[in-house]
């Protein structure tokens, strides 16, 4: 069964840190680009971070760039986004998603979602 499952989303305070993960089941994770993307309440869905299949390109939104952090771990089939100095416009749902090409291109999997809410 093709699964991604987000985890590790949480309420924080303004500056705090948070580091989301994503599960993947009945893929292999090294053989696709991860994407993770945010949706707040009455916006637009934004993509904040990519990775390509070979991590040799990375991007971020220029509203994360310097505080989030795009990872994997092929051994344990897990991506991760480390994000630190986390601010109120953080607060939103994270998703994260799987493509067969690369960054820039589409996405075909995605996780659930989980909450990250910043405040004090």
């Known amino acids: 069964q093709l699964q991604l499952v987000e985890s590790g989303g949480g309420l924080v305070q303004p500056g705090g840190s948070l580091r989301l993960s994503c599960a993947a089941s009945?893929?292999?994770?090294?053989?696709?680009?991860i994407g993770w993307f945010r949706q707040a309440p009455g916006k637009e869905r934004e993509e904040v971070s990519c990775t390509s299949i070979s991590d040799r390109t990375t991007m971020y939104a220029d509203s994360v760039k310097g505080r989030f952090t795009i990872s994997r771990d092929n051994a344990k089939n897990t991506a991760y986004l480390q994000m630190n100095s986390l601010k109120a416009e953080d607060t939103a749902v994270y998703y994260c998603?799987?493509?067969?090409?690369?960054?820039?291109?589409?996405?075909?999997?995605w996780g659930q979602g989980t909450q990250v809410t910043v405040s004090s």
């Open positions: 998603a799987l493509g067969n090409i690369g960054c820039g291109y589409e996405f075909t999997y």
């Open positions: 009945g893929f292999t994770l090294r053989n696709y680009a």
